[in-house]
């Protein structure tokens, strides 16, 4: 892995907003997962270190790109919160916009509770790595915080840039099947 400039690695954290182009998740600052910088072209085919060639990555979406899967079997313990908070996130965004998707005056009871049972089993698949936590951390009660306007509209602005990333990714999805797919 090469080393990037630090002023380049300012600038392109900056022209980011300190966000993971692909799913949205603040990096670094604040409560934000570590960052990490992706090649668009990757420098085995000629991509160089540009600002128009580097995008920001949390470290949990790089660590799944094509050809990067070797780092998560290379995760030490310390590693293991920031894709705790990515995986909770990624849930409770599915969640979120599945809900937005149901009619309740029609609503699929039976598929909605196949799909509960797969976002409970996701969840469930974190708390192993829960126990290979690094101890402390300081416990918060986010029932009683209010967060304030500009929390708020962060926490949009993840969730704009996710939107975009999950349609984007369908279809893409989309087309891979249409080529893909085995003849019938």
Known sequence: MSEIDRQLRKEILERDNYRCREC????IRGKGVRPH???????????????????TLCEPCHATKYGHTHMLSNRLPDSYPGFI?????????????????????????SQVARDLRSAVEAMQSIFPLLALCPPGG?????????????????????????????????????ILKKYWSKPS
Do not use: C
């Open 138 to 174: 300081e416990e918060i009660d986010w029932t009683r915080k209010r967060s304030t306007e500009s929390e708020l509209n962060d926490v949009i602005e993840g969730l704009k840039m996710s939107y975009w990333s999950h349609e984007y990714q369908k279809g893409l999805d989309a």
């Open 37 to 55: 910088l992706n090649h668009i072209q990757p420098k085995s085919a000629g991509g160089l270190d540009a600002l128009d060639n580097l995008i």
């Open 85 to 109: 908070k990515w995986s909770i996130r990624e849930i409770a965004i599915n969640l979120l916009f599945y809900s937005e998707y149901l009619n309740p005056r029609n609503l699929p009871a």
């Open 24 to 27: 949205g998740i603040r990096v």
